[in-house]
């Protein structure tokens, strides 16, 4: 476990036991956490002031990437653009994220997590102020898709990596990454209805303002984060490394992304590339050319990395990382989680809008049962850990949600009454929370301080590519399914549902030895 090799902050308040009272209990539930932070920062901060500016930071960017879709249309009548060229701003944005998580985690060893924490955060907040100032495309490109994707990617990484190395204790770590995985999960639910009661009430470009004024107060909230003293000198920056890593997650993201316009397998229109027809409609999808790309190149990362290794250099990504088998487990069931998660709130979404005519907000109102589910079994994290291992909440939580789904299908129907859709959102929900804050608990913790920027990198690419394929995959199927008889939303969440059982299977080889 990480805690193992570090050292040793966390202190414990005496707890006054009361009578009758169990002593594990009463110190799970009513103990606070003080830490000792680094030098020049107060002798003890509160754990939940450290978590705070944490988890707001991860719920941001969730709601970020989920509140700008039902601006769509607003945003194009007042840029004067087209509704593809504010997608593609969005598309941009993840894209960006996507690409350079693995570079933004890896400087949190060299400039330290705090202080990268704070530039991402920094960088993000001018992006979304220059977002909400756009005249034009132009400049909502630079602001939303460019510094908003480069501030997640330096933020984000240093939340998990902070929780890690802060937390030693497995099940109190993962109390506080239940809250983190929480808000990002709530952020992404959520995000619909917040997004188009601002949108709706103040104009969309309150929903770049909002963001900024929130980005504002965590800097605020995170001024006294604690970070360890370097022991070590400050590694060098692995640039070939970071561009290899970068070009091969966009290439690979960019065609998941392409399948909702392409299609995955034939081409349901021309593929042009500077006005001459590559691909034609009906021939072979040009998602697998960039997809082919993308593989291609991360090949020639995973190469390089090898070569890097045995000069003796420092490499972006440690290949050592992916010799162990429960992070590896790991990493696929969060893949599968974010997939399922993300995937199934598209389906309900466009569902509600397209068969029960629902409007933005009155979709997100729908999605409150989800939300309640995720932030009840995230409040639970804590005392579920307790009483199970990491692996049994993960298979848990794909047994609730797969139930979740199922439910769906069983209930829903076009002339189906709305109360139909509470059980299945709330089981989704509760089985989503459970799985996503014990996953990560479990890759987290599979290493010491040391390669935690590394894990926590690829960790977050990983997820990041999870919920890109979940909405391309659920789209893809909405498009190719709407003949008549098509029953596309059936296709959609049956196709999910197999995916979350594979996840289930998955979870099934983790090792014994995640019960520690």
């Not at 107060?42 to 705070?52: E, G």
């Not at 692996?391 to 199922?406: E, K």
């Not at 509760?430 to 894990?455: C, K, R, W, Y």
């Not at 893809?476 to 299977?505: D, E, M, Q, Y």
Request: glycine fraction near 10%.
């Amino acid at each position: 476990m990480a805690g193992h090799h570090s050292q040793q902050w966390i202190r414990r308040r005496p707890v006054r036991a009361a009578a009758g009272s169990s002593r594990g209990r009463l110190a799970g539930r009513a103990r606070r956490t003080t830490l000792n932070p680094s030098p020049g920062s107060p002798s003890k901060i509160d754990a939940r002031a450290v978590v705070l500016p944490l988890a707001l930071a991860q719920f941001i960017c969730s709601y970020a990437a989920s509140s700008l879709n039902v601006a769509i249309t607003a945003i194009a009548k007042d840029l004067d653009t087209t509704v593809i060229g504010v997608q593609t701003t969005i598309t941009l944005f993840t894209l960006t994220m996507a690409a350079l998580m693995i570079p933004g985690s890896k400087l949190s060893d060299i400039w330290g997590r705090r202080t990268c924490f704070i530039t991402g955060l920094a960088v993000y907040g001018i992006g979304a102020l220059l977002a909400s100032l756009s005249p034009g495309l132009g400049l909502m490109i630079v602001g939303n898709s460019i510094l908003e994707g480069v501030g997640s990617a330096l933020m984000i990484p240093p939340v998990y990596i902070l929780v890690t190395v802060i937390f030693t204790e497995v099940r109190t770590r993962a109390k506080y990454f239940g809250i983190v995985s929480g808000a990002g999960a709530l952020g992404a639910a959520a995000g619909p209805l917040i997004g188009g009661l601002i949108t709706s009430l103040l104009g969309w470009r309150a929903l770049f303002l909002t963001q900024a004024l929130a980005v504002a107060l965590i800097i605020f909230l995170a001024r006294n984060l604690p970070d360890q003293p370097r022991q070590v000198p400050r590694p060098p920056f692995d640039l070939g490394g970071a561009v290899l890593s970068a070009a091969g997650l966009s290439f690979l993201v960019l065609g998941i992304l392409q399948t909702n316009t392409y299609g995955w397998f034939v081409s349901r229109k021309d593929f042009s590339v500077a006005g001459t027809v590559l691909i034609s409609q009906g021939g072979m999808s040009p998602v697998w050319l960039s997809i082919g790309v993308g593989a291609a190149v991360l090949v020639c990362f995973f190469r390089y990395l090898r070569a890097r290794e045995r000069k003796g250099k420092e490499p972006l990504l440690h290949r050592r990382l992916l010799h162990d088998r429960t992070a590896n487990l790991g990493l696929g069931v969060q893949l599968i989680q974010w997939l399922t998660m993300q995937g199934t709130f598209f389906v309900v979404s466009v569902f509600l809008q397209q068969a029960w005519k629902y409007d933005a907000i009155r979709t997100g109102l729908m999605l409150t049962p989800a939300s309640v589910g995720i932030l009840a079994s995230s409040a639970a994290a804590e005392r579920l850990a307790r009483r199970h291992s990491q692996r049994t909440l993960i298979r848990q939580g794909f047994i609730v949600t797969t139930a979740g789904m199922a439910l769906f299908l069983a209930l829903v129907r076009t002339t189906s009454g709305t109360f139909s859709l509470v059980p299945g959102l709330l089981l989704t929900g509760l089985g989503v929370g459970v799985m996503l804050t014990a996953a990560v608990n479990l890759v987290q913790s599979s290493f010491p301080d040391s390669d935690q920027s590394d894990i926590s990198g690829l960790s977050r690419s990983v997820s990041n590519l999870g919920s890109s394929l979940g909405t391309a995959l659920a789209g893809s199927i909405l498009v190719a399914a709407t003949h008549p008889g098509g029953r596309p939303f059936a296709l959609s969440l049956t196709t999910l549902l197999v995916v979350t059982v594979i996840g289930l299977v998955l979870a099934l080889f983790i090792p014994s030895r995640a019960d520690s």
